[in-house]
């Protein structure tokens, strides 16, 4: 029989796109068999940055979409957090470095909570941002993540992380964060990581997460052996066509794989079954 695939990482938003239940449809009808749903932007969805109760309504929001896809007849659960985005909107709308800090506290308390009582299964998206920001952005970031790990740790979440791509010293920064707070590393998805990095990654114990749209990085990953999982990144948005894959594109990339030879049904079993387990363990029935 041959294997079902798994998004790891996907958003959904039906205020810009097609929404939970209609990416879930297409999903399963391509070969889908689970995904894991992630919180957007607060703004994405109508919120204001930095608003608590906006927070709240972001985490309900995802929890939601995977009960959606659940519905539909996917494995799915969610991850819940604040993107580091929304850290640099607050400091460039004048919020002090501690002021910030503390909302990110709160924000990864609260879904530390969401995963303690089984409406999420990790935190995320948290981290750093991607494109260039200054030291004292990047300390207040690490500041947060340590704090996330810590959180993770005690509650037994997954966290995905959304990082910079400098190859080995993102993984490296990550890998000393992740010991210092003696989580899990196997918890830690490294969200959107470079193809070339993902056997770097692995080895020093973190869960890389390859997406499936940037060209050649998928074969690059592959290259030490499938030790990651895929995700499509999918953001949902109808007025940014083509920025990511959906996930029903990425069910049928990787069966064109299989097709190819490019990737034998070993391999998606590692991919889609056996290192989806390594991550959620029971949190997702797979
Ligand atoms: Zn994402």
Not at 114 to 131: I, L, N, S
Not at 166 to 191: C, F, K, Q, Y
């Amino acid at each position: 029989m041959a294997v079902g695939v798994f998004d790891n990482h996907a958003h959904a938003n039906e205020y810009t796109g097609f929404g939970a239940g209609e990416v879930a449809r297409r999903f399963r009808a391509a070969g889908g068999v689970g995904l894991v749903f992630v919180s957007l932007l607060s703004w994405s969805i109508g919120g204001v940055p930095g608003d608590r109760g906006w927070v709240v309504r972001l985490y309900d929001h995802t929890v939601r979409n995977a009960e959606v896809a659940r519905g539909v007849g996917l494995v799915s659960g969610a991850v819940v957090g604040v993107h580091p985005a929304e850290c640099v909107r607050l400091l460039e709308a004048g919020w002090g470095a501690g002021e910030v800090e503390e909302f990110m506290r709160w924000a990864v308390d609260l879904a530390a909570r969401y995963v303690e009582e089984g409406r999420a299964v990790g935190m995320g998206e948290f981290g750093r941002p991607h494109w260039p920001v200054g030291e004292g952005v990047v300390d207040l970031c690490n500041r947060v993540l340590l704090y996330v790990f810590e959180r993770a740790r005690d509650v037994g979440a997954v966290v995905h992380l959304h990082l910079e791509r400098r190859g080995r010293e993102t993984v490296d920064s990550i890998a000393a964060l992740v010991a210092r707070a003696g989580v899990d590393p196997a918890r830690v998805v490294m969200h959107h990581v470079e193809g070339a990095l993902a056997g770097y990654a692995y080895a020093r114990g973190l869960s890389p997460s390859v997406p499936l749209g940037r060209r050649g990085e998928f074969e690059d990953a592959l290259k030490s052996g499938p030790v990651f999982v895929v995700e499509s990144d999918y953001i949902d948005d109808k007025s940014r066509p083509g920025a990511v894959i959906p996930p029903w594109t990425l069910a049928s990339k990787l069966k064109q794989y299989v097709a190819r030879g490019v990737l034998t049904e070993e391999d998606m079993y590692k991919i889609c079954v056996e290192n989806v387990r390594r991550i959620y363990g029971d949190r997702l029935n797979i």
